[in-house]
């Protein structure tokens, strides 16, 4: 299911994932000013293909190449004929067909391989320029993209939530905090986040994320120290077992955030 709503001129198009009556995630796609920026993934192109048939566009951005962004690029690669664009560290990644394991395609669906272009360190929709600002850390192609005049920032991945309390093991929590201190040496006002949607107080938000997330690596630093194992660590800072570190078969975990924050070298 799609919910389609504009905030800001931005066409927010909210892709909800469901199965049997449950809601797996949501993830949204946004068009503004010709841009498309972000996909949706496969699995809803029921509703996002009329959406993109029934809507003109002239290229299309991603924040990065992870497949609830990517699914409907092939799509629109063969019928749309626009020019895709994502972080050059994402091109071969795009080029794969399917590059995920088995619970992320059935989360998502599964996502053809494509050609996508390189983004550079700008990038001109029809009428506005945005500024393509480098962003790891929840991947290592990511960006995001600020209008500069209008303060509007698209974040891709990096916010989702204020309380991050489980992360896939491929990110790291130092670089994303490095990310967030980059995004926050610029001017803006609201974010447009592909999980979180649109969030009017989109810098006091992230810099709430930056403090939780700071404060967090301020504790771990500590009972590092006192020589707490990460188990402990993690007992004594994230007692909630999430669905997702079972369901990703330990993909997904608090621990990973602790690793990240005690050996921050072996992820840069
Ligand atoms: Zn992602």
């Known amino acids: ?22 809601k797996l995630g949501t993830v949204y796609s946004f068009l503004v000013d010709g841009m498309v920026i972000d996909t949706g993934p496969q ?7 009329p959406f993109y ?3 003109s566009f002239e290229l299309v951005t991603l924040t990065h190449s992870h497949e609830d962004h990517s699914g409907l690029a092939p799509w629109i690669q063969e019928n749309k004929n626009v020019p895709i664009y994502v972080h050059p560290k994402g091109i071969s990644v795009c080029a794969k067909p399917c590059p995920y394991p088995k619970y992320r395609q059935m989360t998502w669906g599964v996502r053809k391989e494509f050609n996508a272009l390189p983004l550079g360190d700008v990038i001109q929709s029809d009428s506005l320029e945005w500024k393509v600002i480098y962003t790891p850390g929840h991947a290592d192609d990511h960006v995001s993209l600020l209008h500069k005049e209008t303060g509007r920032l698209f974040s891709g991945d990096l916010f989702v939530s204020k309380k ?7 990110e ?4 994303i905090i490095n990310s967030i201190r980059k995004l926050l040496s610029y001017d803006f006002q609201s974010l447009f986040c592909c999980h979180a949607g649109y969030i009017q107080d989109g810098k006091g938000m992230l810099k709430q994320k930056l403090d ?12 590092h120290m006192e020589g707490r194992s990460i188990d402990e660590m993690n007992q004594l800072l994230f007692p909630k077992k ?6 990703s078969e330990g993909q997904w975990d608090s621990k990973h955030i602790i690793s990240s924050i005690i050996s921050p070298k072996s992820y840069l």
Do not use: Q, R, W
């Open 1 to 22: 299911m799609i919910k389609v709503f504009s905030n800001e001129d931005v066409m927010c198009v909210e892709g909800i994932v469901e199965k049997s009556g449950l």
């Open 43 to 49: 699995c809803l192109e029921t509703d996002l293909i």
């Open 53 to 55: 048939e029934n809507h």
């Open 164 to 170: 991050t309390k489980v992360i896939m093991n491929s």
């Open 172 to 175: 790291s929590i130092p670089v």
């Open 212 to 223: 939780y997330l700071e404060n967090l690596s301020g504790e771990v630093g500590k009972l």
């Open 242 to 247: 999430y669905p997702i570190i079972a369901i």
